[in-house]
């Protein structure tokens, strides 16, 4: 066995535990004599994994008993039209801050279902300007207090910034993406009407996006809305209105076990920092990398930081996938590298990437 250690921002590593099991379990899932990607989703079987991934999930994120959470399909993408076709409905506005390259994306597509529906879409704060270097500040929010929702992107996967606070607004429900920041850390689910994320991050393999909504929420959409993008039906159907993306959902099951195995959110945090400070204090005492993000809204999930030199990047790049470590390779919209550390990346891994840049660092000084 040959495994590396993978910092690709997505879809990324598992839990080793978890890929054992699922291994285990291929052949004959529970004595059902078959696996769980080939069983039929209204089994009494599957019934218990989709019911059991859901507890589990509520009881790790401590989800409040007012808000439902829907496993669908389309991706967090999905969730940047579902979200403005549901929740536009009552005074027709709403408010986007563009924190990214997700978030313009979400805004976009909002911009497009508001333009075909005569509803208005109002940039609440950017920082495009900064490249995307920091998170607005409170006061930078310009706010409607009749908007019907809110729209931010917690974690910033591609530039590596983060939230470290919750926006103050008001009555207004705030919608976030935490695709790339769930269950890395206790969040208080009651400070938002809905959150969404893609699963291939922290969750499992790609084709799974959960979302958790507010009851509140649940209302007639816009008129036309495809059944599929209906938040009310699709939780009316308890994610069943059609095949579910049953896999996805089983590994889940698994990852939260392992999670809970582990003492939780609380723990999971603890790793997650001690793992992040790993990188972020070599990175703090050397003159050989930078990093643009403002240190105030690091991410502790996905990490940036480059040699300032385009040729010693793409050599970074090139030798750190020989000795072990892939994905290194920063997105395009920023250059340089980028470690993303997600929940399963073990601490020895960030470890053996600090090691990595020293020796780097020192051979390219
Ligand atoms: C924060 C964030 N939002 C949205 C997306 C898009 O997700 P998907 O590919 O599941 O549509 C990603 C993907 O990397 C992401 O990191």
């Known amino acids: 066995?040959?495994?590396?250690?993978?910092?690709?921002?997505?879809?990324?590593?598992?839990?080793?535990?978890?890929?054992?099991?699922?291994?285990?379990?291929?052949?004959?899932?529970?004595?059902?004599?078959?696996?769980?990607?080939e069983m039929s989703h209204r089994s009494k079987v599957y019934d218990d994994i989709i019911k059991n991934t859901e507890a589990l999930f509520r009881s790790v994120l401590s989800v409040p008993s007012n808000y439902k959470v829907l496993f669908l399909q389309g991706?967090?993408?999905?969730?940047?039209?579902?979200?403005?076709?549901?929740?536009?409905?009552?005074?027709?506005?709403?408010?986007?801050?563009?924190?990214?390259?997700?978030?313009?994306?979400?805004?976009?597509?909002?911009?497009?279902?508001?333009?075909?529906?005569?509803?208005?879409?109002?940039?609440?704060?950017?920082?495009?300007?900064?490249?995307?270097?920091?998170?607005?500040?409170?006061?930078?929010l310009i706010l409607d207090p009749q908007a019907d929702y809110v729209h931010i992107c917690f974690n910033n996967t591609i530039f590596g910034t983060t939230w470290k606070y919750i926006p103050?607004?008001?009555?207004?429900?705030?919608?976030?993406?935490?695709?790339?920041?769930?269950?890395?850390?206790?969040?208080?689910?009651?400070?938002?009407?809905?959150?969404?994320?893609?699963?291939?991050?922290?969750?499992?393999?790609?084709?799974?996006?959960?979302?958790?909504?507010?009851?509140?929420?649940?209302?007639?959409?816009?008129?036309?809305t495809p059944v599929m993008l209906n938040y009310a039906i699709q939780a009316k159907s308890d994610s069943m209105y059609n095949t579910p993306p049953c896999w996805p959902i089983y590994i889940s099951m698994l990852v939260l076990e392992w999670i809970q195995g582990l003492g939780g959110l609380s723990a999971m945090q603890k790793r997650n920092q001690e793992k992040a400070a790993v990188l972020y204090d070599y990175l703090d005492?050397?003159?050989?990398y930078k990093t643009a993000v403002l240190p105030r809204d690091r991410s502790m999930m996905n990490v940036t930081f480059n040699t300032g030199n385009a040729e010693l990047d793409a050599a970074f790049a090139k030798e750190s996938a020989a000795a072990g470590m892939a994905n290194l390779k920063g997105h395009k919209l920023v250059g340089g590298m980028r470690a993303s550390i997600y929940n399963a990346m073990p601490k020895a891994g960030v470890e053996k990437l600090v090691a990595f840049m020293r020796d780097f660092a020192e051979r390219n000084k």
Do not use: H, W
Not at 8 to 21: N, T
Not at 285 to 288: G, L
């Open 1 to 37: 066995m040959a495994r590396i250690f993978n910092f690709s921002a997505g879809p990324s590593v598992l839990p080793e535990d978890v890929l054992k099991q699922a291994a285990a379990e291929i052949m004959d899932y529970k004595g059902s004599g078959m696996s769980v990607m």
């Open 75 to 140: 991706g967090a993408t999905q969730q940047f039209a579902m979200i403005p076709m549901n929740l536009l409905t009552k005074n027709g506005r709403a408010d986007y801050v563009v924190s990214g390259s997700f978030s313009g994306k979400a805004y976009e597509e909002a911009e497009l279902i508001g333009a075909a529906s005569g509803k208005k879409i109002s940039l609440a704060a950017t920082t495009k300007p900064e490249n995307f270097a920091r998170i607005p500040e409170q006061k930078e």
């Open 168 to 224: 103050d607004t008001g009555n207004v429900p705030l919608v976030a993406d935490m695709s790339s920041c769930i269950l890395s850390e206790p969040v208080d689910v009651s400070r938002f009407a809905l959150i969404y994320a893609g699963a291939q991050k922290n969750i499992a393999p790609a084709g799974l996006t959960i979302v958790i909504i507010r009851d509140d929420l649940l209302r007639d959409p816009l008129p036309g």
């Open 285 to 288: 005492s050397t003159d050989f």
